[in-house]
């Protein structure tokens, strides 16, 4: 048996998922196609084997044979012994989320009830020949013991079957009476509600717990060393909650083009989510798995994405410490923009250049993001990204357990849920020298709420503002320098909307300061621009706090009582964008270990191994879609060395080339004459004077 830690699933993957059209069946040609996936530099694959339908002569009652299946042969055995043959890992999709209507006629308490009573239809104004399809219920006996413990235990059985991945696993609002009966014996007999809004809102996270924790045993019952993938949502799972009952996890982080321009995903989805999933691996689980598809929206899925935008999505999750997981319409044969198929193979050439040092390899961060799922914490990802500052996405527990120490600054988004555990871990953090950002309304301190406000240095009488519009942010006091107005020096005021926290700083603490103040409306809203004579400011300064700074020893604390977070979100200016990230720098107390030269659009992700580190830069450049690679030109590392840095070599494992290396001010700079799309830059001590 193999072990635990050398199993397959924990070396490095590039998986491509051929997504199976069914009338596409008898296209298939397995060595062919085994070939073709090989060529395009897949050494895992995700194929169709059960659920809506069975892609081989199922024997499990309810379980419908794909109509398009040869009779006579075996498909399935057939793509598995030539992908094994080339070494190449099969992973077995199953989607037990919807069921043919043959299904429903027989076994109609198996399905989704809507608030009428009535099943839930998938494809009714399908045009084409096709049956209708029924969502099923995740509590029902179809995705348990009635069809899919059956169909896993008989296809594991059966096939070489190397691991398992659940399509489409999650809750769908039900309120059949199995439903009903679950939720009462959970919420003390309440009633279930007629919408999904009203659940209480663990209740579709346990109900797909419950189902997947089934699952996964009944596959290891079967066969112990075959993992479990399963999805998780940057939004809402607990990740510590998937390790129990997954061994890999993948996140989808789709680049919706069909959405229209302005509704297209921020540039930092695949970035975010594979950061947020190395989170788990304090829990045992390996790198997640970042899915990329290929199309603009699957109602375009039979079209590719623009050549240039798909690269960059993709190249987002191997830079961020994840692994590529294509995801294309169909198989090479039926895919009919083949502009995607070199892409995939040209990603998956240059991780494998960097696959084997990247295994095994940890951020370098000194800066953490706690993550609430809000936009507030949206925004300081996409400031931080922009300021090339290397973050890790803290989720809550992991910061109240202490994790904190492991980084020098760490940031608070607005809106984020004060406990007694997370206070007393940010007391400790800040009293053991850490920097400690936090933002916009605070909790008041009343009742069993924690309040951060004594150690940021604010007095618990604070009152929140209305919306402010037409306002300002002034930098205090007058006349004097300080690291937050790096690169802002020659502008008095800054923008500012949104509502801001009145409050008062502690006149006890003589460690804390007033770096920013209040400058208020000038206008109402309707008469900002009418007539311009009477545009001068009423009041050019106040007194009330804006930034505030706490040194209290060898740590640091700043608050904004206002939303930065909201500011870059809504408006992305660089004048904001430029304060998170001098915020963030004086937090640190000094120069980060990594910098870059200001390249707009250039991302930065640093790891380091054994004495080595691999910085990756990702070429954003331009406006999204991107139509077209921007190369960037000239760009600069600065790292701080733990030895004389005249004592370490550099090479780029993408491009093959040795960029320019220099010793100044007592760091080591390292010169890219030109990036294109993603370089990983190994930067490694010297043996013997030896490159």
């Known amino acids: 048996m193999e072990s635990r830690d050398k199993a397959w699933w924990r070396k490095p993957l590039r998986i491509i998922q051929p997504n199976l059209q069914v009338a596409d069946t008898d296209k298939i040609e397995p060595r062919r196609l085994a070939g073709q996936l090989e060529e395009l530099g897949a050494n895992a694959v995700v194929f169709n084997v059960g659920g809506i339908y069975a892609w081989y002569d199922t024997e499990v009652p309810y379980h419908t044979r794909n109509p398009f299946l040869e009779k006579g042969r075996d498909l399935l055995q057939e793509v598995i012994s030539e992908l094994h043959s080339r070494n190449i890992r099969f992973i077995a999709r199953y989607d037990f989320s919807k069921a043919d209507d043959n299904v429903w006629l027989r076994r109609p308490q198996w399905f989704v009830r809507d608030a009428e009573g009535r099943p839930e239809t998938i494809g009714a104004m399908r045009p084409g020949p096709w049956p209708l399809l029924m969502k099923t219920c995740i509590n029902s006996g179809y995705r348990n013991e009635g069809a899919a413990e059956r169909i896993l235990v008989e296809s594991l059985r059966r096939y070489g079957i190397d691991g398992v991945f659940f399509n489409a696993p999650g809750y769908e609002f039900c309120r059949c009476e199995t439903c009903r009966s679950k939720y009462a014996k959970l919420y003390d007999g309440a009633e279930l509600p007629e919408t999904r809004k009203l659940l209480e809102k663990d209740f579709p996270l346990r109900c797909m717990t419950d189902n997947m924790r089934r699952l996964n045993a009944t596959i290891k019952s079967v066969k112990p060393d075959v993992p479990t993938i399963l999805y ?23 680049d919706i083009l069909s959405l229209g321009w302005q509704h297209i995903p ?44 798909y690269r960059f999505w993709m190249a987002q999750v191997p830079a961020n410490g994840g692994q590529i997981w294509h995801s294309l319409t169909g198989i090479p044969d039926t895919i009919g923009d083949k502009r995607i198929l070199e892409q995939v193979a040209g990603l998956n050439r240059d991780v494998a250049k960097v696959e084997a040092l990247m295994d095994g390899a940890q951020q370098e961060q000194e800066i953490a993001l706690l993550w609430n799922s809000a936009p507030s914490a949206e925004g300081w990802a996409e400031a931080l990204i922009q300021a090339r500052l290397p973050f890790a996405v803290l989720p809550a527990e992991a910061a109240e357990q202490g994790a904190m120490k492991n980084y020098k600054a760490v940031i608070v988004p607005e809106g984020f849920a004060w406990t007694d555990a997370l206070l007393a871990a940010a007391e400790n953090f800040v009293r053991e020298g850490g920097g400690l950002l936090t933002e916009g309304a605070l909790p008041d301190g009343g009742g069993s709420a924690a309040s951060p406000t004594m150690l940021i240095g604010i007095a618990e009488n604070s009152v929140r503002s209305e919306e402010l519009q037409a306002a300002y942010i002034r930098f205090e006091p007058e006349g004097k320098d300080h690291a937050l107005r790096a690169g802002l020096q020659s502008t008095e005021l800054l923008p500012l909307r949104g509502r801001v926290s009145y409050c008062e700083t502690d006149q006890q603490d003589s460690s804390v300061t007033v770096l920013a103040t209040l400058v208020p409306p000038f206008s109402p ?51 904001h964008y430029r304060l998170a990230a001098n915020s963030v720098r004086w ?51 600065s790292l701080t060395t733990e030895n004389d840095p005249g004592s370490y070599a550099a090479e780029c494992l993408i491009s093959g080339e040795r960029p320019e290396i220099s010793v100044r001010g007592g760091k080591l700079i390292v010169q890219i004459a030109k990036l294109s799309s993603w370089e990983c830059v190994r930067v490694y001590p010297l043996v013997s004077g030896k490159k």
Request: proline fraction near 11%; include cysteine.
């Open 587 to 637: 937090l640190l107390g000094k120069a980060p270990a990594i910098e870059t030269n200001e390249r707009p659009g250039l991302q930065l992700t640093v790891f380091r191994k054994n004495e080595e580190r691999l910085v990756h830069l990702v070429n954003g450049a331009g406006r999204r879609p991107l139509t077209a690679i921007l190369p960037l030109h000239d760009v600069e590392l």
């Open 525 to 575: 809203p309707e008469a900002v621009g009418a007539p311009p004579e009477r545009a001068s400011l009423p009041v050019p300064r106040t007194d009330l706090p804006l930034i505030v700074a706490k040194e209290p020893g060898q740590g640091r604390s700043l608050y904004l009582s206002f939303s930065l977070s909201r500011l870059i979100a809504d408006y992305k200016l660089q004048d």
């Open 232 to 254: 998780y949502d940057l939004y809402r799972d607990r990740l510590e909650e998937r390790a129990e009952i997954a061994d890999l996890i993948c996140a989808e982080p789709q």
């Open 266 to 309: 921020e540039f930092w989805k695949p970035a975010l989510s594979m950061r947020f999933g190395r989170s788990a691996q304090g829990h045992g689980l390996p790198a997640p798995l970042g899915i990329v598809h290929s199309c603009p929206g699957m109602d375009w899925r039979h079209t590719g994405l623009p050549p240039a935008e």
